[in-house]
Nanobody
Framework: QVQLVESGGGLVQPGGSLTLSCAAS????????MGWYRQGPGKQREFVAR???????HSADSVKGRFIISRDNVKATVYLQMNRLKPEDTAVYYC????????????WGQGTQVIVSS
């Protein structure tokens, strides 16, 4: 049974930093490409960053140079270090395998809320 548990969100001022964590089970973590996704208010869920099983990474242009994805295969956990946060980064952040073919057809965890505001 797949379980994804995101944590680490919160309220942060513009320019601040947060690190998100996602503990995964039942997904074959160590051999999976994992991704972070987000859904802002009134927006569709979008891709943020992904990391292959051996550590190759790719980020969306909107977060490139600010967000860093990493993983610990022993702990089956994927991280998202977010720096220089902007108000437009406000969203609920989710982790999942990559790619996700159908958002509605896929299991998702509860996500973790990030609010960037002064």
């Amino acid at each position: 049974q797949v379980q994804l548990v995101e944590s680490g969100g919160g309220l942060v001022q513009p320019g601040g930093s947060l690190t998100l964590s996602c503990a995964a089970s039942g997904i074959g973590f160590s051999s999976r490409t994992m991704g972070w996704y987000r859904q802002g208010p009134g927006k569709q869920r979008e891709f943020v960053a992904r990391i292959t099983s051996d550590g190759n990474i790719h980020s969306a242009d909107s977060v490139k140079g600010r967000f860093i994805i990493s993983r610990d295969n022993v702990k089956a956990t994927v991280y998202l270090q977010m720096n220089r946060l902007k108000p437009e980064d406000t969203a609920v952040y989710y982790c999942n395998k990559w790619p996700v073919v159908s958002v509605l057809g896929e299991y998702w965890g509860q996500g973790t809320q990030v609010i960037v505001s002064s």
